[in-house]
Every structure is written in structure tokens, then in C-alpha cells.
């Protein structure tokens, strides 16, 4: 029926296919061949529906987000175009929306002619030139930050992943044991919506001024209050920013959050500096590639680092256990059950067969006197342990990895007390390791965050709920960072085929 009526009629299975194609090759010719053969719609519909669509979305957010909790986040985007001489390469400011729980909009789409010129003029962002009056970030104090003790109900399963993982071997590492016993509450699918770009320098005052104002407009038009989050220049620059303007100012009622992400970056390029030459680096070469390492240490490589520094002190934990209950370590990695022949063993290895089944909670298992008698034996030994030098600079990188263990367990699970508290637990070794940047902005934002239910207390309601964070998967263990999101969702857009990078070559 397309093939025979073209110009009369235009069913969605062509028209689909043909958008698809054009996204993930953006190649004309393959389009225009599989039009010829009745497989999709033309390239001319296929931009036409293209350009109607994006004139149709303009700035708005999709649906109905009257019962949702909506986060915006701003961030640097970078793409390298290929030009001849290397030059006029874009770097600019990306923004976009993240939707708690997630909504969708359905509606049709005109079939309307509009120009570049008219879409650009639909999704512009007003520049607006920042005048600095004066420098009030100089007069700020740092005051004395409340002691946070947030009780983490299921810490002791902490304990129990990495010692129960090379007992009872092959099992799934903290991370996988976590998920799979965590339940709980949560507020859903997020969803996002992407926003214009900012075609200035992502660090420069007016383009950071100009991102601040689009997002207070947003929030003034859908009655929300204004949250953004940047990483850390651009979160301090925001603040001085914030903190300059005049008391009726818009930008003064906005929430600016430190990219969380971001943080966790710093952290473990701490833990890289603290545990230089200590035989971490030779240990982590032995499961990485050497050049691999160099990015593990510095923090870029997160993924990686983690998962490192989690089989390093799993071992540790492992000749820490062999040594209190007297287990032959060879006999261990030989025959790994040989280890359950104790009776205190024995009761653990029951405790996790029970909890990976649901025969107990993860609050249940916490709280069980096999656990609570296991750390305080843990406890007693390290305590023994540290009047060597040795030992008490490996219980320390314990200590460490355990904080961070911490914050990804704050972010997974939406526990904003626990994010606080970890952020907190970071500011010693983020100052020890000469992160001075990351420490004074950590330290100011914690300042700010500790009175968020005074100052923003609808905020601070849906922090408590665990809108915090966003998730691109519907469960529990599953919420990530919004500095994160947006490298997940905006930059590597940009990088995929099919988008800025593939089309600026095929187009």
C-alpha cells in the first residue's frame, strides 16, 4: 500500500523503520535504497517527521509530572569535530531533566514543514551575560558540620559478603549479594528528558549564569523548585554565583547539588594516593593490565577500581578470618570447604544459605547474634592488629574501601542520610591525599545539604523518599548518581552512532 499510494498515504511500519535507519547510520543513500524498495518512507519524510517532532517537544517535559519529582543536570559535553584544520570543535553546556517515577507523552505528531532556523528559535536558551557586583563566596565561614550517625540497618551484611565470598566459592561479590537481598520501597522508573545545549564554553561564568537561569524558568513554569547538579569547578562556580545575587533573585531559591559521581572519583584517586608504594599497585597488576592500574589509582577507571579494591580487601578479610579461627590458608584456596569444618563457620554459612533464599530479611540477618558476635570478634583482632604499623595501614585502606562500599550502598538504595554520612566519612582522606578542591566543596556542600529540611523542606521530603537518585532499571538496588545518569544517557549519546559524531562525518 506505501509503495503503491507514496504520496497519499504514510503507514507507521515504514515511517519507523526509515527513522531508525537514519538514527543509527544517518546515511541517505541507505534510506533512499530502502525506500526505492518499499522497505520505509523516503528521506524526505523521514527528516520532515524528524524536524516536526523535535518542533513539537521544543523545551517541554513529557507528560504529566504533576505527581513526579523532577532533578535537572548540567554538565560539560565535548565532541571533537573532524574539521581540516582541527578548529571550531563544539564544546558546550548539555542539560536534561531526570523524571521520578518516569512519564511518557503520547501525542500526534503534524506533519509540518519547519526551516532549521524556526527549530533553533523553538529550543533557544537565552544567553545571558554574567556582571559579577561582588564576592561574598570570600566572606563565607565553614561552620561546624552536625555529627551524622545514620544507622544502616544491614551494614553487618558488609561483613558477611566478604567473608562468606571465598568461603563459599563461586557466589556473586558484594555488589551481586546485595542486590539480590535487598528489598525495599522505591519510587520507580525515572525517566529523562533532554534539553538544549549551550554552545559556550562549559566552564565560562555567563554560559554556567545562563544554565542557572534557563533552569529556575523551567522550574517557575511547572511550580517546582529548581534542584541542578554540576560536578565539582562548575558546582563552585554556581555557588559563587548563587551566593553574589540579590536577595530577590530567582537563583536564590535553587538546590545545587556536588555530582555525587563525581565525588566517588576523587575518593578513589585518594585511595590511589594514601596507598602508593604499599604493594596495592603490584597486587591490582596482578589482575589488571599495568596501564589499567595507572587509571585504577587515579580514580578514572570506577568500575574497575571498585571491583579491585573489593577482591583486595576481600583477601584481607580472608587471612584476617583464617587467622582468628585458626584456618589453614593453603588447605583454603586447595579445598575450599575444608573452612566450614568450625562450628563458627558453619552457623555463617547457614546464616547466608537462609538469607540468599528469603528465608530471613536483610534487616533479619543484620540484626542476628551470629553476625553481631562475628564483628565483635572482628573488631577485638583488628584492634589487636594495630599496634603493627604494617597492619594498621592495611586496616585503614579496609576502612576506606568500607566508606566507599557505604556510598555506593547510600546511592543504589536511595538512602539519603547514609549519602550524607558517607560524604562526610570521605572529607579526612579526600585532605590527606591533597584533594583540597574536592574537600572544601564536599565540606560547603554538606553545609548547605544539612539544612535542606529548614530551607527546602519539599526537597528534603523527597530526598528522605530516595528521590535523590535516579533509576534506569525498575528495582530496588538500582539508583545511580544524576552526574552519572547524564554521562549515561546524554554523553554517551553523543558518542554512539548515528548521532553528533556519525553524522557530522556521513551528513
Not at 533552569?215 to 553574589?244: G, H, M
Not at 583482632?381 to 562500599?405: D, G, H, N, P
Not at 538496588?477 to 554523553?491: H, K, N
Request: aromatic fraction near 10%; hydrophobic fraction near 40%; charge should be negative.
Amino acid at each position: 500500500m506505501q509503495a503503491s499510494r507514496p504520496r497519499a498515504l504514510i503507514t507507521p511500519l515504514q515511517l519507523g523503520l526509515g527513522v531508525q535507519v537514519h538514527h543509527n547510520f544517518a546515511s541517505r543513500f541507505l534510506v533512499s535504497t530502502l525506500n526505492s524498495l518499499g522497505f520505509c518512507s523516503s528521506y524526505y519524510e523521514v527528516q520532515k517527521f524528524e524536524s516536526s517532532a523535535a518542533a513539537v517537544q521544543g523545551v517541554d517535559l513529557p507528560g504529566d509530572i504533576s505527581n513526579s519529582f523532577v532533578q535537572f543536570v548540567a554538565d560539560n559535553v565535548d565532541h571533537n569535530t573532524r574539521t581540516i584544520d582541527g578548529l571550531n570543535t563544539f564544546h558546550g553546556m548539555g542539560i536534561i531533566a531526570g523524571i521520578t517515577p518516569g512519564t511518557k507523552r503520547t501525542q500526534p505528531i503534524p506533519r509540518i514543514a519547519f526551516s532549521t532556523d524556526e527549530i533553533k528559535a523553538l529550543a533557544k536558551i537565552e544567553i545571558k551575560y554574567y556582571k559579577p557586583q561582588s564576592d561574598r563566596m570570600a566572606e563565607l565561614s565553614y561552620a561546624e558540620l552536625k555529627n551524622l550517625n545514620t544507622l544502616d540497618k544491614t551494614f553487618r551484611l558488609d561483613l558477611l559478603s566478604v567473608i562468606i565470598w571465598p568461603l563459599k566459592y563461586p557466589i556473586p561479590m558484594w555488589s551481586g549479594f546485595m542486590q539480590m537481598v535487598q528489598t525495599g520501597d522505591y519510587p520507580g522508573k525515572s525517566s529523562v528528558s533532554f534539553l538544549p545545549m549551550i554552545d559556550l564554553n562549559a566552564s565560562d561564568m555567563t554560559c554556567i549564569y545562563s544554565t542557572l537561569n534557563f533552569v529556575a524558568n523551567q522550574a517557575k513554569r511547572y511550580d517546582i523548585t529548581a534542584i541542578l547538579t554540576f560536578d565539582q569547578p562548575l558546582y563552585w562556580k554556581a555557588l559563587s554565583i548563587v551566593e553574589n545575587e540579590n536577595p530577590g533573585s530567582t537563583l536564590k531559591s535553587m538546590v545545587l547539588r556536588l555530582g555525587p559521581f563525581h565525588t566517588e572519583m576523587s575518593f578513589l584517586g585518594s585511595i590511589g594516593n594514601l596507598m602508593s608504594n604499599t604493594g596495592l599497585k603490584e597486587m591490582l597488576e596482578l589482575i589488571y593490565a599495568p596501564n589499567a592500574v595507572t587509571h585504577i589509582l587515579s580514580g578514572k577507571a570506577v568500575a574497575r577500581a571498585f571491583r579491585g579494591h573489593m577482591l583486595v580487601d576481600t583477601a584481607l578479610y580472608c587471612l584476617l578470618i583464617a587467622d582468628i579461627f585458626n584456618i589453614d590458608v593453603s588447605k583454603l584456596l586447595e579445598e575450599p570447604n575444608s573452612t566450614l569444618e568450625t562450628t563458627e563457620m558453619k552457623e555463617i554459612d547457614e546464616l547466608y544459605s537462609q538469607l540468599s533464599s528469603g528465608e530471613l530479611s536483610a534487616s533479619e540477618a543484620g540484626e542476628s547474634d551470629v553476625l553481631k558476635n562475628l564483628e565483635a570478634t572482628v573488631h577485638r583482632k583488628q584492634e589487636i592488629l594495630k599496634q603493627s604499623r604494617t597492619a594498621k595501614l592495611w586496616l585503614q585502606y579496609s576502612e576506606m574501601v568500607q566508606v566507599l562500599r557505604q556510598f555506593i550502598k547510600a546511592e543504589r538504595t536511595g538512602n539519603w542520610p547514609l549519602h550524607l554520612q558517607s560524604i562526610q566519612e570521605m572529607l579526612p582522606f579526600l585532605a590527606a591525599s591533597g584533594h583540597n578542591l574536592y574537600t572544601k566543596t564536599a565540606y560547603v556542600y554538606l553545609m548547605t545539604m544539612q539544612s535542606l529540611d529548614e530551607d527546602h523542606p519539599d526537597v528534603y521530603a523527597n530526598f528522605i523518599n530516595g528521590n535523590h537518585v535516579i533509576r534506569r532499571s525498575n528495582r530496588y538496588w538500582a539508583g545511580i548518581s544524576s552526574d552519572l545518569f547524564i554521562e549515561q544517557v546524554l554523553m554517551r549519546s553523543v558518542k554512539t552512532a548515528g548521532w553528533i559524531n556519525e553524522r557530522t562525518r556521513n551528513d
